[in-house]
């Protein structure tokens, strides 16, 4: 076979992970390797830093520099939200075929992935030999075919920590918490929150997630009981919850508002917060109810790393750059996990990816639809690696004298 001469092209789309950079640099230096490469450029701002023809050349960059980009949060080489149709991605295309650019990297989710598959078709069409990867990243972990995404595991353990925190602060002083997690469609991110809970009344007490419909019966009874159980109450729900008709909660205060995508906004406000909180106010006698939304903190939290996500999402662009460079394949970049716990890297068709995103499965979330099984917790624990330890004070009680 041939060896493909011509430059790479890397670039991030979507929103920021706190382990995206390492896709980059791995990537990025595992290309540098290659003597038919000769150079490697990075897009700034995404698909539409390609289309300004907003380049930098990385084949400059030194090691160090790259290293120290790769340890830290967010897309150093930017993001975008746009989303790519075809004409779109025709601009894309004629600007990588103007460059001499043979081999394409594109950091992102289904969207991302649906924009490489677009820009390979256009240029078989066009009878010009450019290999296009898709390397995965979500912190929804909504991505088909892989079993898990580089980005996940880094905010799993941030959205664990959060709750372990406010758990703690709860049992001081006691009332309802509602947290306000990330996630339109998967309630992966979620059901994360329950990861550092260690002894039996820790909350979160009570975990929602988009694929179980939620009403305000079911929410305020449950609080109720939970509130009576343990004289306190955590919550941890998707800001994607939906009502039994499928429709998202967050309608109710969106008034109209859309993201880039088209899609109901969600994120960005407390709404969601307030209204659950409404709700629980005016349906119980609680008078301690606090409501926050998570937001951004859960992408990019500096010193909040799993490193397992870190591993793993530097293994992701290399294996790109093998895949494009050395085996001259297209496709996207996917994770399969070996006993407990290894992982192997393998390259599922574009097609497989784009567009399409997938939901928890069932035998993650419990028969009421109120928080995630033992099934779930064996999955995501080692892609969050170690957390904090909490402890209680041990210590008999000393009799007392007035009041008896």
């Not at 960059?61 to 779109?88: F, I, Q």
């Not at 469609?185 to 260690?198: R, S």
């Not at 899609?263 to 960005?268: I, K």
């Amino acid at each position: 076979m041939s060896k493909l001469e011509g430059k790479v092209l890397v670039a991030q789309g979507g929103g920021p992970t706190a382990v995206i950079n390492q896709s980059v640099v791995g990537a990025v230096l595992e290309s540098r390797k290659y003597p038919q490469v000769t150079n490697v450029y990075g897009a700034l701002h995404g698909v539409r830093g390609i289309i300004d023809e907003d380049f930098i050349d990385l084949t400059e960059a030194t090691t160090h520099n790259l290293e120290a980009m790769a340890d830290t949060p967010s897309s150093g080489l930017l993001s975008t939200r746009d989303k790519p149709d075809v004409a779109y991605c025709q601009e894309v295309f004629k600007v990588c075929q103007a460059h001499g650019i043979r081999y394409f990297f594109y950091c992102g989710g289904n969207d991302s992935a649906d924009t490489c598959r677009i820009v390979n078709e256009e240029a078989a069409k066009a009878r010009y030999e450019l290999r296009v990867i898709h390397v995965p990243k979500t912190i929804d972990n909504d991505l088909l075919v892989t079993d898990h995404c580089p980005g996940f595991g880094s905010a799993a353990k941030f959205v664990a920590q959060a709750f372990a925190g406010v758990n703690l602060d709860n049992r001081a002083l006691p009332g309802v918490y509602i947290g306000v997690v990330m996630g339109r469609h998967a309630g992966f991110l979620t059901g994360a929150a329950t990861l550092a809970k260690k002894y039996p009344d820790d909350g979160p007490h009570l975990i929602y997630m988009p694929e179980r419909p939620l009403s305000k019966k079911k929410f305020v009874d449950d609080v109720s009981k939970m509130y009576q159980k343990h004289g306190r109450c955590i919550v941890a729900v998707s800001e994607g919850v939906c009502d039994g008709k499928g429709r998202p909660i967050a309608e109710q205060f969106s008034k109209g508002e859309k993201d880039a995508h088209g899609n109901v906004q969600l994120s960005g406000t407390g709404a969601m917060g307030d209204l659950l909180s409404g709700w629980v106010k005016a349906g119980t006698d609680i008078k301690r109810v606090r409501a926050d939304t998570l937001g951004y903190l859960q992408r990019s939290f500096l010193g909040c790393v799993s490193e397992v996500d870190q591993f793993e999402a530097r293994e992701v662009g290399e294996k790109a750059a093998q895949y494009a460079i050395w085996h001259n394949r297209d496709g996207s970049v996917a994770i399969r996990r070996l006993g407990d716990y290894a992982v192997e890297y393998f390259l599922t068709p574009l097609s497989t990816v784009a567009r399409h995103s997938r939901e928890m499965p069932a035998k993650f979330i419990n028969r009421d639809g109120n928080n995630v099984t033992e099934a779930y917790r064996s999955y995501v624990r080692p892609l969050v690696g170690d957390l904090p330890m909490m402890a209680r004070v041990h210590a008999p009680k000393v009799a007392k004298v007035l009041n008896k």
